[in-house]
Nanobody, 125 residues
């Protein structure tokens, strides 16, 4: 599967941004689809996963209540609605297919199969 992210940019603290990810094929065949991010000098952080078999969504604690993952009816585009963003949300955001995941100390730890090139999000005033 090919994944292409878009929608990143500069946003002020407290603002909103919506990221999109277009897949080259239906994402229903994968265990899950979701997002992770990576800031310079930091480890990858799992953000959210949408589990295909039941549509249940999962979030890491540091974005819970602020970010929302969704998928369109054709199952080829997923979104990450980011609200109440903080400077610490600054990172490159990647869309990824999941083979599985766990939650460790409130953070999603995914086993990723494929991911896109990423889209940069900068939260700054």
């Amino acid at each position: 599967v090919q994944l292409v992210e878009s929608g990143g940019g500069l946003v002020q603290p407290g603002g909103s941004l919506r990221l999109s990810c277009v897949a080259s094929e239906s994402t229903l065949d994968y265990y899950g689809i979701g997002w992770f991010r990576q800031a310079p000098g930091k480890e990858r952080e799992g953000i959210s996963c949408l589990r295909s078999r039941d549509g249940q969504t999962f979030y890491s604690d540091f974005v819970k209540g602020r970010f929302t993952i969704s998928r369109d009816n054709a199952q080829k585009t997923i979104y990450l609605q980011m609200d109440s963003v903080k400077p610490e949300d600054t990172a490159i955001y990647y869309c990824a297919t999941f083979r599985g995941f766990g939650i460790v100390r409130g953070e999603i730890k995914g086993t990723y199969e494929a991911w896109g090139q990423g889209t940069q999000v900068v939260v700054s005033s």
